[in-house]
C-alpha cells in the first residue's frame, strides 16, 4: 500500500504561483510514475501533468507553459510548479501514483484562483 499526502494548495489572485508537493510513502518511489489531477465542481477529474521514474513528463493543452511537474526521487517527493494562475485552473488538486497497473490517490488539495 502506498499512502501519497498532498500540500501546497491555497487561495492566490490571477496570475499568481503555487507550488504542490505530493510525498509517497514507498521505497520504491523511483519506479512509479507520478501524476496530478484536478477537478473543478460539477467537472470530470482531468490529468493535468505526469511524470514517469525516467523524467518523461506530459502535459494537457491547457497547461503548457504555465505548470512544470517535476520529482525528487530521493525524498519520494513530485511538484507541481503552477505559474500564471487563472480562475478556471479553480480545483481540487489530486496526487496519484502508478506501479504496475496498480493506483494509489492522495486526499487531494484545494486551489482557488480569485481576486
Known amino acids: 500500500q502506498v499512502q501519497l499526502v498532498e500540500s501546497g494548495g491555497g487561495l492566490v489572485q490571477p496570475g499568481g504561483s503555487l507550488r504542490l508537493s505530493c510525498v509517497a510513502s514507498s521505497n520504491i518511489f523511483i519506479l512509479m510514475t507520478m501524476t496530478w489531477y484536478r477537478q473543478a465542481p460539477g467537472n470530470q477529474r482531468e490529468l493535468v501533468a505526469s511524470i514517469t521514474g525516467a523524467g518523461t513528463t506530459n502535459y494537457v493543452d491547457s497547461v503548457k507553459g504555465r505548470f512544470t511537474i517535476s520529482r525528487d526521487n530521493a525524498k519520494k517527493t513530485v511538484y507541481l510548479q503552477m505559474n500564471a494562475l487563472k480562475p478556471e485552473d479553480t480545483a481540487v488538486y489530486y496526487c496519484?501514483?502508478?506501479?504496475?497497473?496498480?493506483?494509489?490517490w492522495g486526499q487531494g488539495t484545494q486551489v482557488t484562483v480569485s481576486s
Open positions: 496519484k501514483a502508478t506501479m504496475k497497473a496498480s493506483d494509489y
